[in-house]
C-alpha cells in the first residue's frame, strides 16, 4: 500500500512538471523589451556621517550600569576604559591607563594613568576621577551610587563577584597613589580582572557630571 501510495505521488508531481512545460511550450513567445529596468538610488548621509543600523535602543548610557549589548556599544562610543580590547582580538591594549601589572601573589593590580587627560566638561582625569567611579558601582552605601533610585549596577556583581561587604567580592580595596596610580586589592587572586576592566560596561565617566546630574544621569 505504501509503494503504490509513493509511487502514486511520484507520477503526480512527474505530471504537473509535464504540464508545466508543456504550457510554456504552447505560449506565445513574448516581445523582448530592451530598455533598461528603472532603480531606486537609495538617499545618501551627508559626507562624514556613519550610519549605524542597531538592533534595539540602549536602555540607558550611565556606565556600569548596564547588561544589555546595544548600549554597551553606544557606551563604547562615549567613553573611555582603563584599557581595551584590541578590535578583532582578545588582546589588552592601553586606553586610559598606560601600564598595568599584578603583585607576585595574584592579589594586587596597579594601574598607571595617563597624564593631561580631561573629560569633556572640562574636568581632569586621575585616579581620584577612578576611584569614585569603581566605589560608585561596587559599594551599595555610596551616596553617588543613587541606588535608593533603583540603580543596582547587576553586572559589577556578575563579574567581579559581589558588592563592598559581600564575602563574595573579589574586591577589597581601592588604593589612591598619588595623581595618576590606583591600585586594586583583591580577596584572592584573579586573572582575568584585566579583561573584565576591559569589558564595555566599565567606562571612566567625569565625577563633576554625575554629581550634577545626580539620579538622572545616563537617562
Not at 14 to 29: D, G, H, K, M
Not at 61 to 73: A, F, K, M, V
Not at 161 to 173: A, E, T
Request: charged residues 15%.
Amino acid at each position: 500500500m505504501q509503494q503504490i501510495l509513493r509511487r502514486s505521488i511520484l507520477l503526480g508531481v512527474v505530471a504537473f512538471t509535464l504540464a508545466i512545460a508543456l504550457s510554456n511550450c504552447n505560449s506565445p513567445s513574448k516581445q523582448i523589451n530592451n530598455s533598461p529596468t528603472p532603480t531606486l538610488t537609495p538617499a545618501l548621509a551627508p559626507a562624514g556621517a556613519l550610519v549605524y543600523g542597531a538592533l534595539g535602543q540602549p536602555v540607558n548610557l550611565e556606565s556600569g550600569n548596564i547588561t544589555d549589548g546595544n548600549s554597551t556599544i553606544v557606551q563604547q562610543q562615549i567613553y573611555n576604559r582603563l584599557i581595551d580590547f584590541k578590535p578583532g582580538t582578545t588582546e589588552l591594549v592601553p586606553s586610559l591607563a598606560t601600564e598595568w601589572n599584578v603583585s607576585q601573589d595574584g592579589k594586587t593590580w596597579t594601574f598607571k594613568l595617563r597624564d593631561g587627560i580631561k573629560f569633556h566638561d572640562g574636568t581632569e582625569f586621575n585616579a581620584q576621577a577612578v576611584k569614585f567611579n569603581i566605589e560608585r558601582w561596587w559599594d551599595p552605601k555610596n551616596q553617588f551610587g543613587y541606588r535608593n533610585a533603583g540603580k543596582t549596577y547587576q553586572i559589577w556583581q556578575d563579574l567581579f563577584g559581589g558588592y563592598k561587604g559581600s564575602p563574595d567580592s573579589f574586591l577589597q580595596n581601592v588604593v589612591v597613589e598619588g595623581k595618576n596610580t590606583i591600585k586594586f586589592v583583591l580577596k584572592q587572586p584573579f586573572a582575568a580582572f584585566p579583561a573584565a576592566m576591559a569589558s564595555g560596561y566599565f567606562g571612566i565617566a567625569s565625577p563633576d557630571a554625575i554629581k550634577k546630574a545626580g539620579a538622572t544621569y545616563g537617562t
